[in-house]
């Protein structure tokens, strides 16, 4: 209850960059990857692509799942749930 929280690390962050050496980098990555020393670069969809439900058991399940109904399935579903709903109240067939 009296104990002193331990104060939080310092850690630099820089907030200026400078874009001559983050184009000399990019330079280099490019010619790395050129000459095949470095993998070939590949688009960010495909490179994160699977991996939330990769990492979450309800989501590889749901993933997995081939007795899921589709949602027009579920909506015709429901279209006829209202009308026997329908026609259990009024007696009627017609809206």
Same mark, same amino acid.
């Given at each position: 209850?009296?104990?002193a929280? &331990?104060?939080?690390?310092?850690?630099?962050?820089? /907030?200026?960059?400078? &874009?001559?050496?983050?184009?000399?980098?990019? +330079?280099?990555?490019? &010619? *790395?990857?050129?000459? =095949?020393? +470095?993998p070939? &670069?590949?688009?960010?969809?495909?490179?994160?692509? =699977?991996?939330?439900?990769?990492?979450?058991?309800?989501? *590889?399940?749901?993933?997995?799942?081939? *007795?899921?109904?589709?949602?027009?399935?579920?909506?015709? /579903?429901i279209?006829?749930?209202?009308?026997?709903?329908?026609?259990?109240?009024?007696?009627?067939?017609? +809206?």
């Amino acid at each position: 209850m009296f104990s002193a929280r &331990e104060p939080r690390g310092f850690r630099r962050v820089s /907030i200026y960059t400078s &874009e001559r050496d983050d184009k000399l980098q990019k +330079l280099v990555e490019d &010619e *790395k990857r050129r000459t =095949g020393e +470095l993998p070939p &670069e590949t688009d960010v969809k495909d490179k994160f692509k =699977g991996k939330f439900s990769e990492f979450t058991p309800r989501a *590889k399940r749901f993933s997995e799942d081939p *007795k899921r109904l589709s949602w027009p399935i579920a909506l015709f /579903i429901i279209l006829v749930l209202i009308l026997v709903w329908h026609y259990l109240q009024t007696g009627r067939v017609h +809206l």
